[in-house]
């Protein structure tokens, strides 16, 4: 069976878990990181030597990096949901590109500054943050004109690695602006069974 070394608190984790929820593949998850500790393991770093959360080991497979982790598993799961035509498939994964180089660093601003070591952030860098989180959500929203789902039809890759970032985004204690589409899509997100298995614990 495969493995899984994360905690639920983790964005990056809740990403995978997300994924094999959804997918109905079957796991198991080991505890750690933070307050569960054993990423700093001998043990541990040899599977990953980063010490961060997730890693899964799949008959013998290791891989780390929560995205590429999605991808493996949604690649085993054929043409659904990962799709073999290379322009359907690149559309869907710019979004997961995206998710890390412009939504990632606003929103872990905010969260680190405002939820998981409050004042620890010049608040400068947190105000600035909060406009790029907003405009990257309204691209989303824009984005989400024409589909339910940010990869199209169905629920897929690019959906599993944002959902936890817009699930993050809408519980800060911010202000944020109010954009229809995105808030219809976070509804149907969290109306999926793997939504309330990662999605219902309260931001720390």
Same mark, same amino acid.
């Given at each position: 069976?495969?493995?899984?070394?994360?905690?639920?608190?983790?964005?990056?984790?809740?990403?995978?878990?997300?994924?094999?929820?959804?997918?109905?593949?079957?796991?198991?998850?080991?505890? @750690?990181?933070?307050?569960?500790?054993?990423?700093?393991? +001998?043990?541990?770093?040899?599977?990953?030597?980063?010490?961060?959360?997730?890693?899964?080991?799949?008959?013998?497979?290791?891989?780390?990096? +929560?995205?590429?982790?999605?991808?493996?598993?949604?690649?085993?799961?054929?043409?659904?949901?990962?799709? +073999?035509?290379?322009?359907?498939?690149?559309?869907?994964?710019?979004?997961? !590109?995206?998710?890390?180089?412009?939504?990632?660093?606003?929103?872990?601003?905010?969260?680190?500054?405002?939820?998981?070591?409050?004042?620890?952030?010049?608040?400068?860098?947190?105000?600035?943050?909060?406009?790029?989180?907003?405009?990257?959500?309204?691209?989303?929203?824009?984005?989400?004109?024409?589909?339910?789902?940010?990869?199209? @039809?169905?629920?897929?890759?690019? !959906?599993?690695?944002?959902?936890?970032?817009?699930?993050?985004?809408?519980?800060?204690? +911010?202000?944020?602006?109010?954009?229809?589409?995105?808030?219809?899509?976070?509804?149907?997100?969290?109306?999926?069974?793997?939504?309330?298995?990662?999605?219902?614990?309260?931001?720390?």
């Amino acid at each position: 069976m495969l493995k899984l070394w994360g905690r639920l608190n983790s964005i990056n984790v809740q990403k995978v878990v997300l994924c094999l929820e959804e997918l109905a593949l079957p796991y198991e998850r080991i505890e @750690a990181g933070l307050t569960f500790g054993v990423v700093n393991t +001998s043990q541990y770093r040899a599977l990953n030597p980063n010490g961060l959360v997730p890693t899964i080991e799949d008959d013998g497979l290791v891989l780390w990096e +929560s995205n590429t982790i999605v991808r493996y598993l949604c690649a085993a799961r054929g043409e659904a949901i990962y799709p +073999s035509e290379r322009g359907r498939r690149a559309d869907i994964e710019k979004w997961m !590109d995206w998710q890390l180089s412009v939504l990632n660093p606003p929103v872990g601003m905010l969260f680190w500054g405002l939820v998981r070591a409050p004042g620890s952030r010049r608040a400068e860098d947190v105000e600035q943050a909060r406009g790029k989180a907003d405009a990257a959500m309204s691209i989303i929203d824009a984005h989400l004109a024409d589909r339910e789902w940010i990869s199209g @039809a169905a629920m897929g890759m690019a !959906d599993f690695v944002i959902a936890p970032y817009l699930h993050r985004w809408l519980h800060l204690p +911010s202000a944020r602006p109010t954009l229809p589409r995105l808030q219809a899509y976070y509804d149907r997100v969290m109306s999926r069974r793997c939504a309330k298995i990662v999605l219902t614990l309260p931001l720390t």
